[in-house]
């Protein structure tokens, strides 16, 4: 970070406005893997609501997705001195995160969903006092969406949630994954297209009513 700073200044940059420009999360990711303690409060309050969501559409579960954010923070604090200083913090910590969960599913042997049924049920329409039709209707949609995210498959679980639901570019969802940029829109595309496709199939039964 301190070379981005040096370079931007030769550019004729103070080096508080090169700084300026850093990413205040990196920021604070350079000071903890340098051993400044003081720096993970702030680190953890930056990060942790992005690392819980994540492992939480991954899990499906809220409890899971917090006993499995505790693990990534541990791994974070035993991994800090392997940060490479000038990288993106917010990659770096969602790679850890996807490895703890990755090792949870080997550990368990469970089967994740993007969004578990706690998820599907808050989220559900309120339906009381709607035609029987329209309820039925309802209740098939959600049936096919929860059956399409079930038979997803965990790549492009993913690459879905990376991209659509965490906002990352293709490139750094690929250093998540480790695989490429390619791999990463394949696996996004094909999520998307088995969600739409169970949305459509919903189509002719609405056509009637």
């Known amino acids: ?13 103070g080096r508080q406005s090169a700084l300026a420009l850093v990413n205040p999360v990196d920021l604070l990711m350079e000071r903890y893997a340098r051993g400044e303690d003081a720096a993970f409060p702030e ?9 819980i969501g994540f492992l939480h ?20 604090h035993r991994a ?6 000038g990288a993106p913090a917010l990659p770096w910590a969602y790679a850890i995160a996807r ?13 994740s969903n993007v969004i578990a049924d706690e998820d599907l049920a808050s989220k559900q329409p309120d339906i009381e006092g709607a035609q029987p039709d329209r309820q039925l209707e309802v209740r098939e949609t959600l049936d096919r969406v929860r059956a399409a995210l079930g038979a997803m498959s965990v790549p492009q679980r993913e690459a879905f949630i990376l991209v659509r639901f965490e906002g990352l570019s ?11 940029e390619a791999s990463v829109k394949a696996r996004a595309f ?3 297209e088995a969600l739409r496709q169970a949305m459509q199939e919903t189509e002719p039964s609405s056509e009637k009513s």
């Open 99 to 111: 490895n703890a969960f990755l090792d949870h599913n080997r550990k368990r042997t469970l089967r």
């Open 80 to 85: 800090r001195g392997a940060f490479v200083v």
């Open 190 to 192: 094909r999520a998307y």
């Open 57 to 76: 559409r991954l899990t499906g579960n809220a409890s899971v997705a917090a006993d499995l954010a505790q693990e990534t923070f541990v791994r974070i």
């Open 1 to 13: 970070m301190v070379a981005v700073a040096f370079s931007l200044t030769g550019m004729g940059l």
């Open 43 to 51: 680190l953890y309050a930056a990060i942790a609501p992005r690392v």
């Open 170 to 180: 293709l490139r750094d969802a690929a250093e998540v994954l480790g695989t490429t």
